[in-house]
């Protein structure tokens, strides 16, 4: 399937279906792709040892073939960055947290708060490309279980990472502090040249983003307090 | 001493990051943030600098004494086998 996802030109030859529909929003045509990749039975493999056995060989798969994409993105200034990414008043806002903690549910609690002015550009796992200097999000096709995202993209302004708590308050942290959270959520490349881009990358995105902390439970009032805190400051 | 993987060392916002390069056959996620002279150091024995020569650089680097040159490298150095990440 030829698809275009973060402005680049990617061929994935899949065995099964569960790419397809995910996909259909990024299809594309184009004589000569930037990326070709396919998951081998080794890759679905190493992938299964992470995922519970329930799970299909179609999203087994997808998964692959995501990771196989995170690896190359550094040879196109791009990386992943495992975050729920929305637009909203001219911000380009990514949460950021370990799977399970609550990132998406926050997101979807400011989705309450603001309605359709906010617009989800992938619930999980964005591609940030570097432009010019400046963090991109793009929405991909791997976007978490509630499938939200769109084949649109945000400039990066704010990172805020996610903290469950009973008490809601949002703090800005520092680059140092940030750079450490930052890194459990990347896909680190193999080699050098391309660890070093990621690095890189993550220096720029640093540089160009204010960095927050949430602490919050999942009522409303926690959306309030962290959107009331962001949105806010200038 | 030696490390066991080879690190690319790098600053992402003023703090350094050493990242394990994958060895041929062995897939690693090792990632390490360091302080100042901790990145320093860290540094040197990744370019595979012995001991003596690490402390000759840090005095040469930092206003200190031989001696308390000496005291930090080797405090870290024992940090790393402690660690597991050097061996001897």
Known sequence: ????????????????????????????????ADITVSASD???????????ESFSD??????????????????????????ATFSLEGHGIGFLAKSGTGKSTHML???????????VINGDKPFIRLE???????????????????????????????????ENKTVPISPEKAVSYLLEQVIIPEGSANIIKVLDMLDATVKN??????????DISAAEVSAGTILEVK | MKLKNQYVVRKVADKAVAIAVEKEGEKTDGIITLNGTGAFIFGLVNEGLDRDEIVA??????????EEAARSVDGFLAELLASGLAEE
């Not at chain 1, 609690?109 to 617009?119: I, T, V, Y």
């Not at chain 2, 650089?57 to 031989?66: A, D, P």
């Open chain 1, 1 to 32: 399937m030829k698809c275009r996802i973060a402005q680049l030109n990617i061929e994935i030859n899949n065995r099964f279906d569960y790419l397809a529909g995910s996909l259909k929003p990024y299809l594309c045509d184009f004589d000569k």
């Open chain 1, 42 to 52: 080794a890759d679905l493999a190493a992938e299964r040892e992470s995922l519970d």
């Open chain 1, 58 to 83: 179609g999203y087994v798969e997808s998964i692959a073939v995501c990771r196989k994409i995170c690896h190359r993105l550094p040879e196109f200034s791009g990386y992943m960055l495992h975050s």
């Open chain 1, 109 to 119: 609690l400011w989705k309450q708060l603001f309605g359709d002015s906010l617009r």
């Open chain 1, 132 to 166: 010019e200097g400046i963090p991109w999000a793009y929405g991909t096709p791997w976007c978490g279980k509630e499938g939200l995202n769109l084949n649109d993209r945000v400039a990066l302004t704010d990172l805020c990472f996610i903290r469950r708590s009973g």
């Open chain 1, 209 to 218: 983003c204010r960095l927050w902390e949430i602490y919050c439970n999942t």
């Open chain 2, 57 to 66: 650089k840090f005095f040469g680097e930092y206003e200190v004494t031989r």
